[in-house]
Structure formats: structure tokens, C-alpha cells
């Protein structure tokens, strides 16, 4: 039996088959390396494809024009010493398709097989057994079945001619996609009675493409010429294995075009280009894919059409609206549009309205609901205080630009701090909670009704509040110098001066005194430390931040509540019993005094030993070895009344809460150092200045060593103090 010659390829290119018959339109894609020919016959020649070496992109790609023929055929010469060619009829980029001409070979069945090698097939191809019996089987390279098809014969002529191509006299099989090489293979099939005059002489198998197969093909049962059948076939760059390799490797990178794309092959490895969305061309060329000028394309835009580099906009004109991309989708709309103009106006008015209306519900069942627990907590006082006080939201939003980040200055435990300026043109610091919880209302409530009746120049004011949020907003008095914290606590040798921080040690006494003796009710701070104590532009200072303070009834010494407070700062006592008395802000003021003479962090620092900022203060001060941890400047700057508010300071430290003084006592103690220093200095001045020299002799000693004389006489200074300065 001889050979048939079934789809072939072109070589070094993966041959994918294809679905159209007909010749294509000559694309814009269908450009030439410069200077070669860009036709052969009617079929367009694209590079990478070319006649001759010089232009194509290599010997794979290299074409010839056979002018032998009328019209000239175009050839790619698979193996020129078995005389091995294929006939082109078209080449696509777009598609990536190679279109051919395939014969396919008659054969008379002599109880023979005979087979053909061919290279790279995929699923759109039909296998195609003509003539009965006939048995056409497809094999891989390794001559394993893949698939096939049997097609016999019947008594009725007729009938088999009549019928599809559906395994009488005609059958077809579908191809799997992935096979490189193949061989199709004819054979009779076994066991098959032969009826002489229903079986046919000559026998077919073939590729041919599915979609011209489907679109009418039924096969000629009785024909006995060879004839030709479509294949269309897809090609690839194969040099390199994807699209990632082939962009790493550019010196042979095929896409060249800079409005162009890689795509990895679908059939084996490989790659093709295609220009960019908006672009057409060639991507195998230098500036081959040109832009897209959609709106001379038709059915592209029925509006105003604005041709873009890759792109376009289609706008319906002025005075009308619709769908621009579908013919008459732009109509005239000045009614619908004013009408719908005014639904959205209305509605938005009417969601204002609404959302207004709601705002103002709110607003009136927090007031309610807020005014409630602030009378309850000024019950005893005079409520008009209540009524005088409350400031509308409206008015706070206004001074802080709706709270805008901008205008936040600091914030704590109990919510975020803003500066705002009120119509009457006085500066406020504004406190706003960061949580809606009853905790945050209750503390608010509270730091009002304590707030109230405070009138001390060392103490915050409260100019009012706001009671038409779920939590109260309370309006202070702004201090513009920030926190004592902030003053002790810079980088650098030098801080405060020590006659600036006895004042306010002085001052922040006197406040904590007038709260818990000069006022109706005993009020107890219970956040006393560094963070809380303000300073204007003075440097005067302002005891702030009651939101945790308790109100003491006067035939009680203390209350217990829940223990809250700052670590470090915290009275040990209380944080054990959980019982608040006024001795628990004498113990928050000691370790502030402390923090004054060291600048040390209390709820940080560590001694050499590992104990804390207290008790490793009050041993050095037992030792009289407190040059260890005083602030140098603390040591240039003061004298032997550093000792003594040293000693003070260990004193309201006291683990005892019945031993520590109370801080009326606290305040005149301070004051009387204060007065003594002022004196000193005063001489001091008088005398031209001493040097520094004989200033520090005046101070106490820093030596290391110690002896129980030493610490007895610590304890008469302390016993002597208590007795004598604090008035009982």
C-alpha cells in the first residue's frame, strides 16, 4: 500500500490546527521586513516570515515563491533531500495560524498497512477514515494509539452515500491536542464479511479542518481521485521555552515593537507576540504596532468620538445623555435631565432633612439623659451651675473646625484633646472621649461636678460643657506650656531650674491642699503625676485631668473604689485595700517630688539592684548618699533645702498611710523651704554671687559610707520635721 500524506508542518514551529477555509482580507499585520517582498500570489508575507535568508527572522522562517505556478504558490520547504514541502495559503499574526493545502492520497486496500510520519497536531483537526471498510488509526511517535476511527459498509449504496459522515462508508474522530508527531495509519478491520458490491476500491485517511469538516463535508463514498483538503496549522517562536525566558533573554527577543505583548505558546513551548489593546501591526518589527483610530472605525462611537494613544472616549454631546456606542443610544434629555436634576435635589434635601432631624434627636436624648446624671451628681449644690455651664455642640464645632486632626494638642487615658477658639474669642482646650462607654460618661460626669465647685488659681478651669453627645465634652481653659512632664523630661543636662521646680512642687501642693481642706466637700485627685500637672506661659501651674477624683463625705476618712491610678505613682496601701483616703494623693505627690530631684521616670527606672525609683531613693536618703541619683543640676543649683524636700518627699512616701503628713502640711513645709531659699539668695546676690565653689560646700555630703549614728540622726531631722512644721 502507498503512503498517504496527511498535515504537515512547518518546521521548528508548533502546528496548532485552525478553523477558517477561506482567504483572509490582507490584515494591517501583514507588514514585511523593509525592502523584502510583502506578497507571494494573493498571500500576504509577514514578518517573522520572509523569501530568503535576509528576510526572515531565521532559516525556520524562511519562505519561497514558486512563480511555476499561476497563480505563484507560496512554499515551506520541510525537508529538501526527501523533496518534503508544504503549500501555503495564508499566514496570520493576529491568530497565529499557518493555512495549507493538504492531498489527500487515494489507496486500494490489498490486505496491506501502510502509514505516514508527520509532526505536531492538535484537537481542531478531524482524523478522517473514507471508503469501507477502512480502519484509520492515529498513533503518537512512539507509534502508541491515540485514536482512530472504523467506517464499514452496507448493502444499500444509497443509504451509505445519503448518510453523514457517521461510520457508514465515512468516520471521524476528534484529535487530543499536544502531539508533536504522528502517524495516521490505515488497516482492514478484522472480522468484517466483505459484500463485493457495497465495498469500495479505494480508501482515504486524513486530516482536514474540523470547521470546514462540520460545515458540509460528508465524504464521496464512490470517488477514486486524489483531492485536497484544508488544514490550518499554528506557529510560535520555539527558540526559548515561555514568555519569561524570552524577555530575560533580549538580545533574541522577538517582540520588538514597543506597544507589544508576549504570549506564552498554548501547544509546547514557545511563544508568539501581539501588539498592545488599541494597537495594531506587526510586533515582530521596530515600531510595528501603530495605534488604533477607533473613531474612523465604523460601529465604533455614534457620539463625540476623541481618538487616545491605545484608547478613545465617546461622549454623548451636550444636551443629551444614553449609550454613545449604539446607533441613536444619544437623546435630547433637557426635561428628563432638569427633572431628574430636581428628584436628586429633593432627595438630597429630604436625606438632609432627615439625617438633620435625626442628629437633633440624638442630640436632645444625650442632653436629657447627660443633664440627668449632672444633677444628680450637684444635687447638694446649686444647679444653676448646670444650666450656666452648657455649651452647644454647634459652637464646639465651629471652634475646632469639626474636630479636625489638626487642631488635636494631646490626649490621654480619657480621651483625645483639641485646641478650639469660642465666639466670645477665648482659647479652650476641648477634651473629647475616644470611646462611648459608661465608664467614659461617668468619669466625664464626674470631673464636671468636681470641677464646678473648684475655683484655685492652680487648678484648671472649666468653662463649660457639652452634654449633646453620648459623652459629656468638657472645655477648659487652654494652658499653652504643656505638661510638667514634657519640661522635666528633655534631652540634654540642663531642665528646669531647681528654683523653678520648688515652686512647683510649692504650687502643686497648695492646690492638692485647698481640694482636700478648703472646699465643701473633701475631693481626692487620685491621678496625681508629672503628666497632670500643667504649665501656662509662666511656668504657674495647673493641677488637671479629675476624671478618676472622689468627692470624700465629710464624717468619712476615705472611700473605697475601684483602684485606678498611674504605675509608679500609685499609693501601695490603697492598691492593696483598694480604700482611697487623702493620705493616697500625699503618696502620688511624694513620688512626684521624686521625680523632680532625680529626673527619673517612676514607673521606669531601676536601680543598680533592681529596686524601683521609691524605695531605692529613700534607702540612698537613709544612707545620706543621695548624690547617686539627684539630678546633677538639681545638685549645682540648690542648696541644703534640696536635703530637706528630699526628706519631705520620703516622708509622704511612707508605706503607712497614717505616717505620711497631710498636704496642708506638705504645702506649708514647701513654702517655708521656698522662703528660705529666696532668702539665701537674696544674700547670695548681695554678696556679689559667691563662686560655685563655696556655694556647693553649703551642701550636703554625698559620701558613700554610712553608720547607724548617721541614721539615727536622719530619723531626729525627720522626727523634728513632722513635729515641728506640720501644724497638727
Known sequence: MRHLQAGVAISAVVLLLGMVLALPVTPASAQPLPGC????????????????????????????????????????????????????????????????????SRSFYNDSTGNLVSTNNAAKNRLVALGCPNLGLLLDAGEVYVTGCISLCRSSPLAVSAGPCAGVGCCQSSIPSGLHTYYVNQDKPRNVTLQYYAATDYRYVFLADAEWFNSGYRGDFNRSDDFAVPVVLDWAIRNVGNCEIAVLNRTDYACRSANSECIDSTNGQGYRCRCSMGYEG?????????????????????????????????????????????????IKTYLVVRGLLAMAFGAVLLTRKIKNRRAKMLRQKFFKQNRGHLLQQLVSQKTDIAERMIIPLAELEKATNKFDESREIGGGGHGTVYKGILSDLHVVAIKKSKVAVQREIDEFINEVAILS????????????????????????????????????????????????????????????????????????????????????????????????????????????????????????????????????????????????????????????????????????????????????????????????????????????????????????????????????????????????????????????????????????????????????
Request: hydrophobic content about 30%; some cysteine.
Open 453 to 728: 465647685q473648684i475655683n484655685h488659681r492652680n487648678v484648671v478651669k472649666l468653662f463649660g460643657y457639652c452634654l449633646e453627645t453620648e459623652v459629656p465634652l468638657l472645655v477648659y481653659e487652654f494652658i499653652s506650656n504643656g505638661t510638667l512632664y514634657h519640661h522635666l523630661h528633655v534631652e540634654g543636662p540642663l531642665s528646669l531650674s531647681w528654683e523653678g521646680r520648688l515652686r512647683i512642687a510649692t504650687e502643686t501642693a497648695r492646690a492638692l491642699g485647698y481640694l482636700h481642706s478648703a472646699v465643701s466637700f473633701p475631693i481626692i485627685h487620685k491621678d496625681i503625676k508629672s503628666h497632670n500637672i500643667l504649665l501656662d506661659g509662666s511656668l504657674t501651674t495647673k493641677v488637671s485631668d479629675f476624671g478618676a477624683s472622689r468627692c470624700i463625705p465629710a464624717e468619712q476618712t476615705g472611700v473605697t473604689t475601684v483602684i485606678q491610678g498611674t504605675l509608679g505613682y500609685l499609693d501601695p496601701m490603697y492598691s492593696y485595700t483598694g480604700r482611697l483616703t487623702e493620705k493616697s494623693d500625699v503618696f502620688s505627690f511624694g513620688v512626684v517630688l521624686i521625680e523632680l530631684l532625680t529626673r527619673k521616670k517612676p514607673y521606669l527606672y531601676r536601680s543598680p539592684e533592681n529596686d524601683g525609683l521609691v524605695s531605692y531613693f529613700t534607702a540612698l536618703l537613709t544612707r545620706d548618699n543621695l548624690g547617686q541619683i539627684l539630678d546633677p543640676q538639681v545638685m549645682e543649683e540648690g542648696g541644703e533645702e534640696v536635703k530637706e524636700v528630699a526628706i519631705l518627699a520620703v516622708a509622704c512616701v511612707k508605706l503607712k498611710a497614717e505616717e505620711r503628713p497631710t498636704m496642708r502640711q506638705v504645702e506649708m513645709t514647701l513654702e517655708s523651704i521656698q522662703s528660705l531659699f529666696l532668702q539665701q539668695e537674696v544674700l547670695h546676690s548681695m554678696a556679689n554671687k559667691k563662686s560655685k565653689k563655696n556655694y556647693a560646700s553649703r551642701s550636703y555630703p554625698v559620701n558613700e559610707g554610712t553608720s547607724m549614728e548617721s541614721s539615727r540622726q536622719y530619723s531626729l531631722e525627720e522626727e523634728y520635721l513632722l513635729s515641728s512644721r506640720y501644724p497638727r
Open 282 to 330: 506587526n510586533p515582530y518589527l521596530d515600531g510595528g504596532c501603530k495605534d488604533i483610530n477607533e473613531c474612523e472605525r465604523p460601529n465604533k462611537c455614534f457620539g463625540e468620538c476623541t481618538n487616545t494613544l491605545g484608547s478613545y472616549s465617546c461622549m454623548c454631546p451636550r444636551g443629551t445623555r444614553g449609550d454613545p456606542s449604539i446607533a441613536k443610544g444619544c
Open 37 to 104: 517582498p510583502d506578497k507571494c500570489g494573493n498571500i500576504s508575507i509577514p514578518y517573522p516570515f520572509g523569501i530568503g535568508s535576509r528576510c526572515a527572522r531565521d532559516l525556520k522562517f524562511q519562505l519561497e515563491c514558486n512563480h511555476t505556478y499561476y497563480p505563484p504558490r507560496l512554499i515551506a520547504i520541510i525537508d529538501s533531500q526527501q523533496n518534503l514541502e508544504i503549500h501555503l495559503v495564508s499566514l496570520s499574526l493576529t491568530d497565529g495560524e499557518a493555512r495549507i493545502y493538504n492531498a489527500a
